[in-house]
């Protein structure tokens, strides 16, 4: 397979940033967050911290969670969500503060900006960019130097996308080290269940399968692999471990409506977060076999 980056969208983008007096990039919208975290508790064998959202996110049933990703240092996480009626977003989560604040993710226009309509189920942050899974279309990239500030708050362009050149089910995406990302396909029994490399910025790309039925993340660790495995709006989470065509599942590991899964690798932290209504957590997790997380 392979993945071809489309053109930039300079000339959009840069009419979106004039027509809201420029670009401000992340700083503003992190020293700026609005909405309060709470630490909670939240089930599963493997969970050593949790926290809630506000009440309004919590029990909002327009907006889901979906994909998540830590930036270097561990402080900043950010999550997207898509709207059941078409769009998405992405919250910056300050861990240290305990506050976040969301950002639509927009598709820049020569008339103005649309909604970016993807399901957003998985996200990897990487130096200065977002990369945003986009089902069947691929992936979005996003520059965080892209953030356009406007009355109501801000708004991140997509910048580029990644289109492959076979069918594939862009689930879940995670850095795989350097200028590398690995993504997945969540499928149910006898559907595909097969994970991609691929560079960054497009070009060949290696295709295995991982055979996890309902994946909903991955990360690689060294020589393993760590996928989220979802069990309806009840059952906990499964976490499965492994060399690639060797793992081994952690049953009861997560809790309910377990979405994707990022790494910290200078704490040893695993992180996931959770989708239901009123069930909806940011989730700090042991990495099986590991070190414990700090």
Avoid: N
């Amino acid at each position: 397979m392979h993945l071809t980056r489309t053109d930039d969208l300079d000339g959009e983008i840069g009419s979106l940033a004039a027509r809201h007096g420029g670009r401000v990039g992340l700083t503003p919208v992190l020293t700026g967050l609005d909405r309060r975290l709470h630490r909670s508790w939240a089930p599963g064998l493997d969970v050593r911290r949790a926290w809630a959202w506000d009440r309004h996110d919590q029990a909002d049933r327009r907006w889901w969670p979906q994909g998540v990703s830590v930036a270097t240092g561990g402080r900043y996480l950010a999550v997207t969500w898509y709207a059941k009626d078409g769009g998405s977003r992405v919250s910056f989560v300050d861990l240290r503060r305990r506050r976040y604040g969301h950002v639509p993710l927009v598709l820049p226009t020569p008339e103005g900006h649309e909604p970016l309509r993807i399901h957003a189920g998985g996200l990897a942050w990487s130096d200065r960019r977002l990369y945003v899974a986009a089902t069947r279309t691929g992936l979005w990239a996003c520059d965080l130097d892209d953030i356009v500030g406007t009355r109501e708050g801000y708004l991140l362009p997509a910048r580029h996308r990644l289109a492959p050149s076979a069918d594939f089910r862009f689930s879940f995406v995670a850095p795989d080290g350097g200028s590398r990302l690995l993504a997945g396909e969540y499928g149910g029994a006898g559907q595909p269940h097969r994970l991609l490399s691929l560079p960054t910025d497009g070009g060949p790309a290696e295709v295995t399968e991982h055979g996890v039925v309902r994946a909903q993340g991955v990360v690689r660790t060294g020589d393993r692999l760590h996928l989220t495995a979802s069990h309806g709006t009840r059952g906990l989470g499964s976490l499965w471990t492994g060399a690639a065509g060797s793992l081994r599942e952690r049953r009861l590991a997560l809790p309910m409506g377990v979405e994707d899964l990022a790494y910290d690798p200078a704490r040893g932290r695993l992180w996931t977060v959770t989708e239901h209504p009123w069930r909806r957590w940011i989730v700090m997790a042991r990495v099986p076999g590991g070190a414990a997380a700090r």
